[in-house]
């Protein structure tokens, strides 16, 4: 077996800057050390402060090599490999950018609390995911709290597309999910098409300002696929049905979803205008 290099070669590395596709983080270039480019085609700028452990220092990916194999060896095809710092230290940049400096890690021989494990703590992920903090702080958002849910359930850090079921499979997309919202996998008998498109065309998955974690808190959630039609007269069609009584549309009653309507949105076994 090689042994461990324990050099603190990436000790100068304190501190790298991104910023999320021009989103502006001013605040925290006050903080940081040392800015350091982050080579990447959509991403813009570079973030800050990868995670501090007290008295650590950085030591490089490959270090990590000899006790976690498999996962060094799959990181070369993940998203985040792709972070590079500027300088000789460019190739180390990628464990130790979530997991927190890890020489004390590593001498220890992987002894408990000497390394950050981001599904006990998103903090090491928000640090350059800045937006992500807003998301997760909004009234209706996925639970991190007592690691009911992880970053780590629906992103893959290791290896490939950082999200899962992304690209091409819309219907691993949906798996990712529904392997916990059974009540949404159907099959249904009266399907709503607009399951095909992903369960994120509704809902954000992070966490939203509306109920429901849903995109649109009204009518527009719908309007964006269906058709409305105000014809002359009076009649309001949306697809081919009036939605239009005496005096009054349907819509001033409440969303499409509620109130006795469209109630079944992601499918349903017994009525095929989705009502419950
Ligand atoms: C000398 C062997 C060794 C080296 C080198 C090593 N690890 Fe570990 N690592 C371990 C052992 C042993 C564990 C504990 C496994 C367990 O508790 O089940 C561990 C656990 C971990 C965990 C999980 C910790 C937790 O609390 O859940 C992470 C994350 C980790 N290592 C990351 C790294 C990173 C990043 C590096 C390189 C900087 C690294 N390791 C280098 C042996 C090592
Ligand atoms: C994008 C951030 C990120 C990067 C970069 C990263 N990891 Fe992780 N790592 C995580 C997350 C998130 C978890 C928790 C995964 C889970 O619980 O499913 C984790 C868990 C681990 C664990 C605990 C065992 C396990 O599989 O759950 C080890 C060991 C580990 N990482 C080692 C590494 C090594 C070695 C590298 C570099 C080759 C690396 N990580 C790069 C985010 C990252
Ligand atoms: C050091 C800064 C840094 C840390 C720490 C970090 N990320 Fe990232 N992340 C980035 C950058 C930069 C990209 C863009 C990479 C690319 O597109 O090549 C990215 C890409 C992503 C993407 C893919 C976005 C897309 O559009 O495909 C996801 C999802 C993501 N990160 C989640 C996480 C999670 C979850 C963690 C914590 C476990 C984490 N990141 C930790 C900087 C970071
Ligand atoms: C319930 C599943 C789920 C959880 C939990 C989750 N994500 Fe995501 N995330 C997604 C999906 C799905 C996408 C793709 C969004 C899309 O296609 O519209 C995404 C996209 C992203 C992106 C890139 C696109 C964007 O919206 O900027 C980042 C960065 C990201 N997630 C970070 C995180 C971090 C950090 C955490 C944990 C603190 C986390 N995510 C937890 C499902 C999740
Ligand atoms: C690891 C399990 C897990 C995964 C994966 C997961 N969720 Fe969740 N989801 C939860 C938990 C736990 C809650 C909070 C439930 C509660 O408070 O009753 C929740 C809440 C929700 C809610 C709000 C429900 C409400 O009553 O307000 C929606 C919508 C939702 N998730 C959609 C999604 C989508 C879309 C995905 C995939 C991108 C996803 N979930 C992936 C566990 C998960
Ligand atoms: C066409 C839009 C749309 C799509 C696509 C969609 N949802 Fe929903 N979802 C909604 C609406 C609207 C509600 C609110 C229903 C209500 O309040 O009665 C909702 C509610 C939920 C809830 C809360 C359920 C409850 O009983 O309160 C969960 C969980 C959920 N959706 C998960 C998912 C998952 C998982 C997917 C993908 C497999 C998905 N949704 C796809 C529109 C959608
Ligand atoms: C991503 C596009 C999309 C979104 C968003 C969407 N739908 Fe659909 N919906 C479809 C498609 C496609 C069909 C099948 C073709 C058709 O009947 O128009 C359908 C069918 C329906 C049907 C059955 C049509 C009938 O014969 O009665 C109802 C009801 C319905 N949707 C309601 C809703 C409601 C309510 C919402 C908002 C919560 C919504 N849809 C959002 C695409 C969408």
Known sequence: MKPVSFTSRNAAVKAWVYRHRGRVGVALLAVSLAVVAISCGTYTGTLIAPPQIAGATFVGSKSCEQCHQEIFRKFKTADHARLMAKGPNAEDMGCESCHGAGSLHNESGGAHHTIINPRRDPETCFQCHLEMRGSFATVSHHPLEDGKVSCADCHNPHEGRMIKGGGTSQASANETCTKCHTAQQGPFIFEHEAMREGCTTCHNPHGSVN???????????????????????????????????????????????????????HGSLVNKHLRY
């Open 211 to 265: 109920q429901k974690m849903l995109v649109s808190r009204n009518q527009d959630l719908c309007l964006k696929c269906h058709f409305q039609q105000q014809n002359v007269g009076t009649s309001l069609t949306i697809g081919d049905f009036t939605h239009q009584g005496a005096g009054r549309t349907f819509l001033s009653e409440g969303t499409c979803w509620s109130g006795g309507c469209h109630e079944a949105v």
